[in-house]
């Protein structure tokens, strides 16, 4: 059996749920899915923020916003009901909603490392289990439904800035990502991450307004990752073409996590 291009990346008619959709990263992914014919719901903490993304991208297919704090259980537990009273199936379900917190060794807080290990990984598992029963409804092994959790480059190799509790969480998230595709994939659902290196986003703002010049320079690639980079990956893991792909994690850095720029031979 033979499948057209076209046919092989097609996203269109799916339902999708993209957490922290409004801004940086989830909004790159958000807007892939609406401006290619995916039902997007998007979730953010910030009610005023996510009606606003929602509204903008709304212009180009159908988005509606969900605000919601996914790191407490009584906020899981109303955008899951929420979700449910309004569709009968899940087919991507994004997890990208996270967090950050900066502090050197012998200051982290606690406080610091709960919030974004909460955020970062005991959300992400139970919002997927709370989710499952709509994204197992009519997904089979030959057409899965899909989970994308985001990770990073930061749980690949070990960052140099204080980002302690950063840099373990999202190491959680890509074993989580492949012990999740061994239990859900018998359900027909596929799960696998992305691990993104710098990206423009807020969580980035710092970082790339004062060593932009230095993490360019480093990259094998010579600069960061764009909105088109993001959109296509995370559109090809959402299609046909990648039914058979689970429980991979797909490092979205121009190379970086292998090591730094490195000068071939530029001989002709």
Not at 9 to 34: D, E
Not at 75 to 88: A, D, I, L, P, Q
Not at 162 to 176: I, M, R
Not at 213 to 240: C, Q, T, V, W
Request: glycine residues 10%.
């Amino acid at each position: 059996m033979s499948l057209s291009v076209s046919d092989l990346f097609s996203i269109a008619g799916k339902v999708a749920i993209v957490t922290g959709g409004s801004r940086g990263i989830g909004r790159m992914i958000a807007q892939a899915y609406v401006e290619n014919g995916v039902k997007t719901y998007i979730t953010a903490r910030k009610a005023e923020a996510c009606q606003l993304a929602a509204e903008e991208m709304s212009a180009h297919g159908e988005c509606l916003a969900f605000p919601a704090d996914l790191a407490s259980r009584a906020g899981r537990e109303r955008f899951v009901n929420e979700f449910k009273s309004r569709e009968v199936r899940l087919d991507i379900l994004v997890n990208n909603a996270g967090a950050a917190w900066g502090a050197p060794f012998a200051d982290y807080p606690e406080s610091g490392y709960d919030k974004v290990m909460d955020i970062n990984v005991k959300a992400v598992f139970m919002l997927t289990q709370a989710l499952l029963p709509l994204l197992a409804i009519g997904a089979t092994p030959r057409n899965p439904s899909r989970v994308i959790n985001i990770g990073s480059i930061d749980g690949l190799r070990v960052s140099s800035t204080d980002n302690f509790a950063y840099g373990a969480s999202k190491a959680a998230v890509h074993f989580l990502t492949k012990n999740l595709a061994l239990r859900l994939g018998p359900r027909g659902v596929t799960v696998n991450a992305i691990a993104p290196g710098p990206f423009e986003s807020q969580m980035m703002d710092y970082i790339l307004n004062n060593f932009r010049d230095k993490i360019e320079s480093e990259n094998p690639l010579g600069r960061i990752g764009s909105p088109e980079d993001m959109a296509g990956l995370a559109i090809y893991l959402a299609a046909p073409a990648t039914n058979y792909l689970n429980g991979q994690v797909i490092a979205l850095d121009g190379g970086r996590h292998l090591g730094s720029r490195q000068e071939g031979d530029s001989s002709p």
